[in-house]
């Protein structure tokens, strides 16, 4: 990574600090269904088989074995990569990678909807959007990162805007001085599915498990008002209580 190669936009997702509240997927749908990317089209929101378009999904699993168990939330979207499969499947041209900032984008002026991009895919990113018969994916919301009319403090993508515990960072990984190169190699970032060889742009951060151990002792507090001679006694055990006196 150094400033003289091709720029290169993408998410840096902390999977240390994710709580998985879905704060990233809800802001995404909100600003895309209303945007450039949209309408995001929901088929039966409600209904017992809902449907709908989203570019951005958190899977939330368990792993271990109980009781040592924890849980893992993993976002997912579109991860843009170098060698992007979707794009030379493209019977029509509208899948395409733009090379000012290495953006995956669909023209849906171009597209047909028969999904080849979506069966190339190996990270199951692509969405079939059922109202308007079109591929759709996360764009990096292209329309606001660039809109000079917003405070430049807020030229982000939408999801990372709303992530409350800042697990997503977003920049130019090509440049070794950017927050998100910075991340990767300090927390070990890594890419997902690496043996595909579609070099995905967007990484993720490890887990970083710490074991603390606490002792008994550490369980009682010191300020205990219990504890401090004189002050209060314990109560008896046939002392009444609350429950005695009232009625609820």
């Not at 088929?43 to 368990?62: H, I, L």
């Not at 996360?138 to 709303?162: F, G, H």
């Amino acid at each position: 990574m150094d400033k003289t190669s091709k720029k290169q936009l993408a998410l840096v997702i902390d999977l240390n600090v994710c709580v998985g509240c879905h704060a990233c997927v809800t802001s995404c749908k909100q600003w895309n269904t209303s945007g450039w990317a949209g309408p995001l089209t929901d088929v039966n929101p409600y209904g017992e088989n809902p449907s709908g378009t989203f570019f951005n999904r958190v899977q939330t699993f368990e792993v271990g074995t109980y009781p040592k168990t924890d849980l893992i939330h993993f976002p997912k979207s579109c991860l843009h990569c170098e060698d992007a499969p979707c794009v030379p499947v493209c019977p029509t041209g509208a899948s395409f990678k733009r090379e000012e900032d290495g953006i995956v984008l669909v023209n849906y002026d171009k597209c047909i909807g028969c999904k080849y991009c979506s069966w190339s895919c190996p990270y199951g990113a692509r969405e079939f959007d059922e109202g308007q018969k079109v591929m759709k994916k996360c764009t990096l919301c292209v329309d606001r990162i660039y809109d000079e009319k917003l405070p430049e403090q807020e030229r982000l993508p939408a999801c990372v805007m709303a992530c409350p515990t800042s697990a997503r960072v977003f920049g130019d990984i090509n440049d070794s001085d950017s927050q998100v190169s910075q991340r990767i190699r300090e927390h070990g970032g890594f890419q997902l599915m690496p043996e595909w060889g579609t070099k995905p742009s967007n990484h993720y951060l490890p887990r970083r498990k710490t074991v603390v151990t606490i002792q008994p002792e550490q369980l009682v507090r010191s300020d205990n008002p219990l504890k401090i001679e004189g002050e209060l006694s314990v109560p008896g055990k046939d002392d009444r209580s609350l429950d005695d006196y009232t009625s609820w």
